[in-house]
């Protein structure tokens, strides 16, 4: 009798939490696709696609996930995640996000500026000395010299300019800055290259030296690396904290993302296996050398699971709002998926413009895209690919650790053809 007593308050907490939509754990809920206006039929698409994928041995494996507010339809795991040991995948298996990071560290901006610590058009030098006064790579005419054979490409001719205006945090969102985004830069970057012991406070100062590819704001062009981890550094200075531990406490920690790192987990059993596919066969590769756990790179240093990275997407899908905690203002999302540097840019692609550290489908027929106009989201090199469609409240995410051409679009365009009728204005776990 005393038992019951003890239990019975328990389970009408655990009642009152569902029924007033309080999260009993981090996860996000799971509910059965039609729930959320999805047709299950049509939602084996994406199984069928990615088996068709590791059929062709085009990549080893991978893990899928598809959400609409807030509620996770389909989490499936694909193929392997080892070859050589012929370990099945698995759903919670953490891979390199590589570029899925910028989002992150582009919420990490937001947040900053929300505070009053940034500014979208803050000069990069208010933050990082070294980047004021930058210089401008002009290409120098004729004839490139010829590289030594199976050596780095040969220096590019250029000469310098004054930048015309400053860089600023905007242009770096935006990909807009110019900052190492092409051959001169990208070659001139390599004489300053970071070493094993540099970290972002020892490296970026030392970056300022590096000539802009074109003058801020004249085009687009993607900064692989070294524009984000610049904004990593504006972070670390701004709030007074290095970038991991704003992160783990500002995002990770609070979100539930327990696998999210900088650290590389060497060891761990649910770290899948890196490969490349060179001459038809899929050969393994081992992890970026910045990928130390003493540089944390803001281009692409984390390491995630479908799942942790799921209650990032969901936070940004829901107003930036998730577990009991405001991350963002409604308007900083909002802000964040606008269109900053348009398809009319130089370097953009008609459809697809750019946002604060995220593409924006502007014109999904442009596009040749199933996703809502406004969808937004990013990839990652390695074959990690998310988005955001606000419109349908679905969030989509595809991990694999293989670039594979073309599976990224099949992906979005399996999940949009499933979606078949309107989902539940209540969301479960994230009001």
């Known amino acids: 009798m005393q038992k019951r007593l003890m239990v019975k308050p328990l389970v009408l907490l655990a ?31 994406v199984t069928e696609l990615m088996q068709r994928h590791v059929d062709a041995k085009a990549m080893s494996g991978a893990v899928t996930l598809v959400a609409r507010n807030g509620r996770i339809a389909h989490l499936e795991a694909h193929g392997l995640m080892d070859l050589e040991s012929r370990k099945p995948m698995q759903k919670d298996a953490i891979f390199r996000i590589m570029s899925m990071t910028k989002p992150m560290v582009g919420v990490a901006v937001l947040m900053m500026m929300e505070e009053g610590k940034v500014r979208l058009n803050d000069p990069i030098s208010r933050f990082i000395p070294e980047y004021k006064d930058l210089k401008v790579g002009v290409p120098q005419g004729g004839p490139a010299p010829a590289g030594r054979a199976g050596g780095p490409p040969a220096a590019p001719r250029f000469y310098t300019v004054p930048a ?49 590819e074109f003058q801020p704001g004249s085009r687009w062009a993607y900064s692989a690396g070294a524009g984000f981890d610049v904004l990593s550094r504006v972070v670390e200075v701004a709030s007074g904290m290095p970038i991991d531990r704003f992160m783990k406490e500002r995002l990770f920690d609070p ?36 990928m130390n756990g003493v540089y944390m790179s803001g281009g692409g240093g984390l390491f995630s699971t479908a799942e942790d990275y799921a209650q990032f997407a969901l936070m940004l899908a829901n107003g930036g709002q998730m577990n009991g905690t405001r991350f963002l203002s409604p308007r900083a999302v909002e802000l ?32 040749n895209s199933f996703l809502s106009e406004g969808s937004f989201g990013w990839s990652g090199l390695f074959g990690t690919h998310f988005w955001v ?43």
């Not at 060891?267 to 001459?279: I, V």
Request: aromatic letters at 4%; hydrophobic letters at 35%.
């Open 336 to 367: 964040m998926g606008s269109v900053f540097a348009p398809d009319t840019l130089p370097g953009r692609s008609r459809g697809e413009s750019f946002g604060l550290s995220v593409r924006v489908v502007n014109d999904p027929v442009a596009r």
């Open 164 to 212: 015309e205006r400053e860089v600023t945090v905007r242009d770096v969102l935006t990909h807009t800055s110019g900052i190492v985004s092409g051959t001169i830069s990208n070659s001139e970057e390599r004489k300053v290259s970071a070493t094993p012991t540099d970290s972002l406070a020892t490296y970026l100062p030392r970056l300022g030296q590096v000539p802009l």
């Open 15 to 45: 009642l009152c939490a569902v029924m007033l939509g309080w999260p009993l754990t981090a996860a996000a809920p799971t509910a059965r696709p039609e729930e959320v206006g999805f047709s299950a039929e049509r939602l084996k698409r």
């Open 389 to 431: 469609d606000p419109k349908e409240k679905v969030v989509g995410i595809l991990m694999a650790q293989t670039s594979v051409p073309g599976i990224r679009e099949d992906f979005e365009n399996a999940v949009a053809q499933a979606v078949v009728g309107p989902s539940p204005a209540t969301v479960a776990g994230t009001n």
């Open 255 to 290: 979100l539930g993302m327990k696998d999210t790192t900088y650290i590389p987990p060497k060891g761990n059993p649910r770290l899948t296996r890196l490969y490349s596919r060179t001459s038809g066969e899929l050969r393994p590769q081992n992890d970026p050398g910045f």
